[in-house]
């Protein structure tokens, strides 16, 4: 019998292994696909292209996990993406946002000067956010009796009031409106606003999109806070170091083990049966499964409050994003060529105004798909040559808004085309030889997400710390002894972080520890 059965593959679900295993336990982790990594994952999808088919940066993974897990040793290498975006606005105008925050000011200047200013206040801002916020990423989700705590942790970092109101914005507020009270060019603005949208049925204008930008703010690569970076060899570089860690440490990884279902005898969790018909047994089971697919369809047989279920199928997943992953024999020309240029390293926005962002949601409001959407392209063989034959360059764009339905699959050649032509507005040579479309009916049957959502539910503040995903399952446990939960569907939420892993590990080894003593 295991101590601990994981059940999934993706990034947390290996650090919840990883930190299981340190502490002694006797840990199998169970995947459905034939490959470890969930949504952070690298695919060979033609000869020689190896794409990010999920995520596609870094930034979020905490350090302490990095350090705890060796994971450099591993095999972990991170290229720091400088500059971070690039946006290309046509008429030859363009703004790059490096990670220097003075050779970013230069950039700015050419737009407002006083901008150049408040973009110093921006980074200051956001520096003293990530101070408070951090902390608060490895441990559950502060308990309302906790606040008193965190106030006097703010006391003592001696913020003023106007930092204290601005705080507290971030969680109420809209990510345009937040911009724009910092900066006047649009141009400016919608450079700093782009991740406010990611993931998230909702446009800059929507409250609570604040948030979502502040958590794209709060990781660091290489030292350097609030940046972002290609992982070497694709995504599948942190879940690759991930499992060898655990490997290492005795874990036992089956893949192409789907589980159908989590057995529970009366109150507690008993084991779980695969798709096979095999039963393991385990004294707990740590689902990695987002929220619905754990409650509504691995725990469909066991009798569950009829109140709770109706909660877990009302959580905000429906899925927007969608991915063009493919490869170019030649880099996207942006106006300045096709030789390796800085604007290649970065993400490229195809986002010319907060408008075009507003609209490309309102659009898929109406009709499910935006005209003209986000879109994110990075080359990750910019900088990486072990992702594409020498001469060819794999790419990813990253877009919304699609919504997720059940007849998507229909759209796949339109959204292939609305993307290339966008793209080809900006740099008319963009001409993928192959390309994939994965819309989120996509990412629901390859990552095994339910509603194709990227951060398994929308990071808006009402589903955040202590509601994510809903007060009672928001400390890793269920309503089910022995049962756990351990993906980005709890505290705090999507992006590879590795949190949730770390965070529901602690709280599995705390209660393996009382329910031995007790026994
Ligand atoms: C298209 C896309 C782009 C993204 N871009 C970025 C980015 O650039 N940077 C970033 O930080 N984040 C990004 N994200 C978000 C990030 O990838 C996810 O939040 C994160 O990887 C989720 O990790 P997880 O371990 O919580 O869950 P998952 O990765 O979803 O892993 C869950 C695992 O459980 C398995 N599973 C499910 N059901 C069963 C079952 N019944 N039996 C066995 N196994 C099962 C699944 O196959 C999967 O492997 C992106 C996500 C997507 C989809």
Redesign the pocket.
């Known amino acids: 019998m295991y101590d601990a059965i994981v ?8 650090v919840a292994a990883c930190y299981l295993a340190k502490a002694g336990l006797k840990v199998c982790v ?4 034939s490959i ?5 994952v690298t695919e060979e999808l033609w000869p020689g292209v190896r794409v ?10 905490r350090e302490r996990i990095i350090e705890d897990l060796r994971l450099r040793d591993f095999g972990l290498k991170v290229y720091t993406k400088d500059p971070g975006v690039f946006v290309p606005f046509g008429n030859g105008k363009q703004l790059r946002v490096w990670v220097d925050t003075r050779r970013t000011q230069k950039e700015i200047e050419r737009f407002s000067k006083k901008d150049a200013d408040a973009y110093a206040r921006w980074v200051g801002f956001w520096d003293k956010f990530s101070e408070i916020v951090d902390p608060l990423m490895l441990t559950p989700p502060p308990r309302v009796s906790d606040v008193r705590e965190l106030l006097k942790l703010a006391d003592s970092l001696e913020f003023d009031e106007e930092f204290a109101l601005d705080f507290a914005r971030v969680f109420l507020t809209d990510a345009k409106r937040f911009v724009e009270e910092y900066f006047e060019a649009e141009e400016v603005r919608v450079a700093m606003v782009g991740d406010g949208v ?2 998230t049925f909702a446009g800059p204008s929507t409250p609570g999109t604040a948030y979502v930008l502040a958590h794209h703010v709060v990781g660091s690569v290489n030292g350097v806070k609030g940046a ?1 970076g290609y992982v070497e060899g694709g ?1 599948g570089g942190v879940t690759a170091a991930l499992a060898r860690c655990a490997t290492s440490l005795g874990v036992e990884i089956y893949t192409s ?4 279902e989590v057995l529970v005898r009366g109150e507690s969790v008993v084991g779980v049966r695969l798709w096979d018909g095999r039963t393991i047994e385990a004294k707990c089971v740590i689902s ?3 929220p619905k ?1 754990t409650f509504l ?2 725990l469909r047989n066991t009798d569950i409050n009829q109140e709770l279920l109706r909660r877990v199928s009302s959580l905000k997943t429906t899925g927007v ?3 063009v992953v493919g490869y170019l024999s030649e880099l996207p020309d942006y106006g300045m060529g096709v030789k390796l240029g800085s604007e290649h390293i970065a993400s490229e926005y195809i986002m010319p105004s907060m408008d075009y962002v507003e609209r490309a949601y309102r659009d898929a409001l109406s009709t499910g798909f935006s005209k003209d959407p986000w879109l994110s392209v990075n080359i990750q063989s910019s900088v990486d040559p072990t992702v594409a034959p020498r001469g060819y360059y794999s790419f990813s764009v ?1 877009g919304q808004y699609l919504v997720y339905s059940d007849k998507l699959d229909d759209l796949k050649p339109e959204v292939g085309r609305v993307v290339v032509d966008k793209v080809g507005e900006y740099a008319p040579n963009f001409k993928p030889i192959k390309y994939e479309v ?1 819309t989120p009916l996509d ?1 629901e049957r390859r ?3 339910s509603g ?1 959502n ?3 539910l929308d990071m808006t503040p009402d589903q955040l710390y202590v509601f994510r995903p809903l007060p009672e399952l928001s400390r890793y446990h269920t309503t089910i002894k022995g049962l756990f939960m ?4 709890t505290h705090p ?5 590795g949190a ?2 770390y965070n529901a590990a602690q709280e599995v080894i705390k209660w393996l520890k009382q329910t031995t003593h007790g026994e």
């Open positions: 059940v999934g593959g993706g990034h947390n679900g290996l169970l995947e459905r696909r470890l990594g969930g949504a952070c990010s088919t999920g995520a596609y940066v870094l930034s979020l993974l990611v993931g972002w995504m083990s789907p589980v159908d990695n499964a987002d697919t369809r691995l994003s969608f991915k990253f994965l990412i990552f095994g997400i194709g990227i951060f398994h351990c993906g980005s569907g939420g999507g992006g590879v972080t949730p892993g």
